[in-house]
């Protein structure tokens, strides 16, 4: 069974620009979550999509958004880019929404804002 | 905001030499994960720990969710030099419609001499 598969993996882009990045759950999985990986902030959540509809959202600014589909694929857009919105940007899939069902990771898409 | 404390920060081992590592938590978390991480790739699910005082273990690999619900940590016994990486805990809160959002630690980086 294929993993969490996200694109693409790398990314530079320049300050104000925006980006899309996609991701494909794990077959079966209904569950995405966003995370941001910097050295200086570790692992952020930044939001969670289940059957089409944002259930949580963290700390980030608006500039950020995601939208899951119906086959629940998921995307995640950042507007007007900042410098410090490089980062490593990691997907996860779960089964279902449940305690017991834990988060599966893609290897991520590395974004660069130059 | 929640805080998830995990130590050691590094450590550098000799191949054989058990390992241990810990997280500990303001709060109170329902589901203690365990990750590795290895460069360029994204983390990877160990172990995942459902029920307070709950001991489990895969090949060399034994974790425990702490009674208080407040801490877990995470052994490897025997470590071999493809252990490097870096290990991360990660804490889910009860209930509420999201169970995709995670606080995870600093991570614990783990170098293995040969």
């Known amino acids: 069974k294929a993993g969490v598969t996200q694109t693409p993996r790398y990314l530079i882009k320049t300050r104000g620009q925006q980006v899309t990045l996609s991701c494909s759950p794990i077959?079966?999985?209904?569950?995405v979550s966003w995370y941001q990986q910097t050295p200086g902030q570790g692992l952020q959540f930044l939001f969670e999509y289940f059957s089409e509809t944002q259930r949580n959202k963290g700390n980030f600014p608006g500039r950020f958004s995601g939208r899951q589909f119906s086959n629940s694929r998921s995307e995640m857009n950042v507007s007007t880019l900042e410098l410090g919105d490089s980062a490593l940007y990691l997907c996860?899939?779960?089964?279902?929404?449940?305690?017991?069902?834990?988060?599966?990771f893609g290897n991520g898409t590395r974004l660069t804002v130059t | 905001g929640q805080q998830l404390n995990q130590s050691p920060q590094s450590m550098f081992i000799q191949e054989g030499e058990d390992v241990s590592m810990n997280c500990t938590s303001s709060s109170i978390f329902n589901t203690w994960l365990w990750y590795k991480q290895d460069p360029g790739e994204g983390p990877v699910l160990l172990i995942a720990l459902y029920k307070a005082g709950e001991l489990t273990s895969n090949g060399r690999l034994t974790a425990q969710f702490g009674i208080t619900r407040k801490d877990s940590f995470l052994n490897i016994s025997a470590s071999i030099p493809s252990d490097v990486g870096i290990y991360f805990c990660a804490g889910r809160n009860a209930g509420g419609t999201s169970y995709g959002k995670l606080t995870f630690g600093q991570g614990t980086i783990l170098t293995v001499h040969p």
């Open positions: 996860a899939s779960s089964f279902r929404q449940g305690e017991s069902s834990p988060l599966h």
């Open positions: 077959s079966g999985h209904r569950s």
